[in-house]
């Protein structure tokens, strides 16, 4: 249980990334089952070549914004419809991640990662490892949340909640969406990377149905721990991905066959989408909008009131207040 709860805060990394496309841009990104590999894929074969293993996690980053970036462009530039230009970055990829390693498998056996040590104190799957992964994710998470309050992710939040709306007040949405694929790629790749040197190797399939993965982590930690703020639909994201793997470990633990694995992540993620919509569940969510309202108040949208304040936005690059994105 100890390391489904490891690989949970690990994947959580993704799910953050999933988020960022999913609830924040309202934009189906497919890109995310290539640039995990990719992240993985330059990982691995940086570590085999001598490269620094903490350097690796900076390429892998690097490696997934500029997936992210090639998405972004085909849909923004090229005009072409936002799941399209995911599964068409997608696939290139695939012919890309056996270019950068060479061959279908690459495998970390006898080499330094940034894991080893962990491995070296036997802290790998104890609370040891289990505790500096959860600080990990959660740093990441409390950035994810801080950027998502500057003024440049407020106007991503707002391209996401009306895109005609914000593009009224000077911004350019065709530029937050590139930015917004990036950054969710680029730590969709970083979580490649420490998936890879964690398990010991990089393989060209790993980020097959990894999509659902993230849906599944960003569903169920919010269908549960809810959105009422930023901060603590990013925290719910984390908590959704180590729910999900821990699930997963208890299908195996009772006897189901490993192959209905996906099933089984497809089964989920339906059970997330529709139980929020049962009646009891809606009456239990109204009831906590008015014991709180404030705290709904504060999570919800306020548009600039006067054409001065949308020039100050605009001048910004991002709307004058908060908006709705607040509430993902």
Do not use: C
Not at 68 to 73: A, D, E, S, Y
Not at 101 to 121: C, F, H, Q, R
């Amino acid at each position: 249980m100890n390391t489904a709860i490891e690989l949970g805060l690990i994947y959580a990394i993704m799910a953050l990334g999933v988020y960022v496309t999913f609830r924040i841009l309202d934009f189906p990104d497919l890109t995310v089952d290539g640039s995990f590999t990719t992240g993985a894929a330059v990982a691995a074969i940086s570590i085999v070549n001598g490269v620094n293993p903490y350097l690796t996690f900076l390429l892998a980053f690097v490696a997934g914004f500029l997936a992210g970036v090639i998405t972004g462009l085909l849909h923004t530039k090229g005009r072409i419809n936002g799941l399209l230009a995911g599964i068409l970055t997608q696939i290139a990829l695939y012919s890309i991640n056996l270019r950068i390693m060479a061959k279908a498998n690459v495998p970390l056996l006898g080499e330094e990662t940034a894991i080893s040590p962990l491995k070296d104190a036997g802290l790998i799957g104890g609370w040891g490892s289990i505790g500096i992964f959860a600080a990990v994710a959660i740093l990441l998470a409390l950035i994810l949340a801080w950027f998502l309050h500057t003024d440049l992710g407020l106007a991503m939040q707002a391209t996401g909640d009306n895109e005609k709306m914000i593009r009224s007040y000077g911004v350019n949405t065709d530029n937050q969406k590139i930015l917004g694929l990036a950054l969710s790629n680029a730590l969709v790749g970083l979580s490649g990377a420490v998936v890879a040197q964690f398990q010991g190797f990089a393989d060209i399939g790993m980020g097959i149905g990894l999509i659902i993965a993230g849906l599944a982590s960003v569903i169920l930690g919010q269908a549960i721990f809810g959105t009422r703020s930023i901060l603590v639909a990013v925290l719910a994201v984390i908590a959704g991905s180590v729910l999900y793997r821990v699930a997963i470990q208890l299908a195996l633990t009772v006897g189901l066959d490993p192959n209905d694995m996906k099933l089984v992540s497809a089964v989920l993620v339906v059970i997330a989408l529709v139980v929020p919509q049962m009646p009891f569940f809606r009456r239990r969510k109204a009831l906590m909008n008015r014991a709180d309202p404030g705290g709904a108040a504060a999570a919800g949208a306020e548009a600039p009131t006067s054409p001065a304040g949308a020039r100050a936005g605009a001048s910004a690059g991002a709307p004058d207040a908060p908006t709705a994105g607040g509430t993902r």
